[in-house]
C-alpha cells in the first residue's frame, strides 16, 4: 500500500513537473533602436497612441505603470493605443520579466536596445534628456500632441487621454 501511494505521488509530481517544462516562458519584449521606434508609430498611424517609456529601477515608473495599464484598459474600446518601451538594461531583464509578470499588461511593451541614447531620446522628443517615467502622446495622423515628462497622476492622464481621443 506505502509503495502503491509512493508511486502515485511521483507520477503526479513527474506530471506537475511535465506540465511546468510544457508552458511556454513569457516572451521577452522585442527590442527596438531609433528605426524600429519609428516603425512602431507607422504600425499605429491612424489610431491614438500612448507610448510610455519606463524601467524597474525607477520608482515614479512602477507606480505609474498600474495606473497606465487600468486607463489602458478603460480606454481600449474607445480606440486608445497604448505601448510601453522599457529602458531596463541586460542586467535588469530579471526584474523586468517580473514586474511584467506582476502587472500583467494588456499593451505590448518594447525594450530599447544598447546604444545610440541620444539619438533615441531625439527622434521620441527633441529636447527630452531621457527621464523618465515619460509618456509622448500621438493623434489619429501620426504627430506628436503632447508629453509629460515625470510622474503624473490619473486626473492629468484622463485629462490628456481624453483630450486624444477627442481629436
Not at 509512493?6 to 508552458?23: M, R, S
Not at 522585442?30 to 528605426?35: A, F, R
Not at 521606434?37 to 489610431?47: N, V
Request: glycine share 10%; net charge positive.
Amino acid at each position: 500500500m506505502k509503495l502503491r501511494i509512493a508511486l502515485a505521488g511521483l507520477l503526479v509530481a513527474g506530471g506537475l513537473a511535465l506540465a511546468a517544462a510544457q508552458t511556454p516562458a513569457p516572451k521577452d519584449p522585442e527590442m527596438i533602436d531609433t528605426q524600429g521606434y519609428q516603425k512602431l508609430l507607422q504600425q499605429y498611424k491612424g489610431k491614438p497612441l500612448l507610448v510610455t517609456f519606463w524601467a524597474t529601477w525607477c520608482e515614479p515608473c512602477r507606480d505609474e505603470y498600474p495606473m497606465l495599464n487600468e486607463l489602458a484598459k478603460q480606454y481600449a474600446p474607445q480606440g486608445l493605443k497604448v505601448v510601453g518601451v522599457s529602458l531596463d538594461q541586460d542586467g535588469d531583464l530579471i526584474l523586468m520579466r517580473r514586474f511584467l509578470v506582476r502587472y500583467k499588461p494588456i499593451f505590448p511593451n518594447y525594450r530599447k536596445k544598447k546604444g545610440e541614447e541620444d539619438a533615441f531620446v531625439q527622434a521620441v522628443l527633441p529636447g527630452w534628456n531621457g527621464s523618465i517615467p515619460a509618456s509622448v502622446f500621438y493623434g489619429k495622423d501620426g504627430q506628436q500632441v503632447g508629453h509629460f515628462v515625470g510622474a503624473g497622476d490619473h486626473d492629468t492622464y484622463e485629462a490628456a487621454i481624453k483630450m486624444l481621443l477627442s481629436k
